[in-house]
């Protein structure tokens, strides 16, 4: 069964520099989440898109900006990156209230 | 403030014994609670969930229960098995804006089963 893709899978950035990942959902599911989750941390959520509109907003820095796009996919933008950027950015999707369904995750390092 | 509380970081158990995980949350307005498994380098994988509305329930080895007067939740497994050696995240849950759930995760709890 298809499941979540997120791309790239690792990212090294300089500080200051921009990064985009990127995430596929499964298809037919309407909601995309966006969680990171930092070096010894659980996942805190950022950000999330309902048919492609923004649906809620967590713990995600004015620095950042995401969306969802028309195929459903959703890429989130990290501007001025910081080196306390540097963790794993996860992707979920799911449809209407079920569970979520995470990808493999994309690692970024800021340095 | 963490809303959703793991507070055993670690868990060993043997083989074919019981696991027990615990999670402690503090918002009453949580109606959706899950259990999801992460290996290393992985995305967590959702393994089992509990409606507020339930106390108990069980998926194959897995069982979760909920205690809603003493915000708790459990994860029984039983038997262990050591494929199971994985970080153990609770999550919980409330309805936002547009259907669409965030998930609060608590910290982790790595559970090794030895063999």
């Known amino acids: 069964a298809a499941g979540v893709i997120q791309s790239p899978r690792h990212l090294i950035k300089e500080k200051r520099e921009t990064a985009t990942l990127k995430c596929y959902p499964i298809p037919r599911h309407d909601t995309v989440y966006w969680y990171q989750q930092g070096p010894g941390q659980d996942p805190q959520f950022l950000i999330s898109?309902?048919?492609?509109?923004?649906?809620d907003k967590g713990s995600i820095p004015d620095r950042f900006s995401a969306q969802q796009f028309s195929d459903y996919h959703s890429e989130l933008n990290m501007s001025s990156l910081e080196l306390g950027d540097s963790a794993l950015y996860f992707c979920?999707?799911?449809?209407?209230?079920?569970?979520?369904?995470f990808g493999e995750g994309s690692r970024l390092t800021v340095l | 403030d963490q809303q959703v509380k793991q507070n055993s970081p670690s868990l060993s158990v043997q083989e074919g014994r019981i696991s027990i995980l615990n999670c402690d949350y503090t918002?009453?307005?949580?109606?959706?609670f899950l259990w999801y498994k992460k290996y290393p380098a992985e995305g967590p994988t959702f393994l089992i969930s509990i409606s507020s509305i339930k106390d108990k329930n069980e998926d194959g080895r897995f069982t979760v229960f909920l205690n809603k007067s003493a915000k708790h939740l459990s994860l029984h497994i039983v038997p262990s098995q050591p494929g199971d050696s994985a970080v153990y995240f609770c999550a919980a849950s409330l309805i936002s804006s547009g259907s669409a759930r965030q998930l609060t995760f608590g910290s982790g709890t790595q559970l090794t089963v030895l063999p």
């Open positions: 918002n009453s307005m949580f109606d959706y």
């Open positions: 979920a999707s799911s449809l209407d209230t079920g569970e979520l369904f």
């Open positions: 898109f309902y048919e492609k509109m923004q649906s």
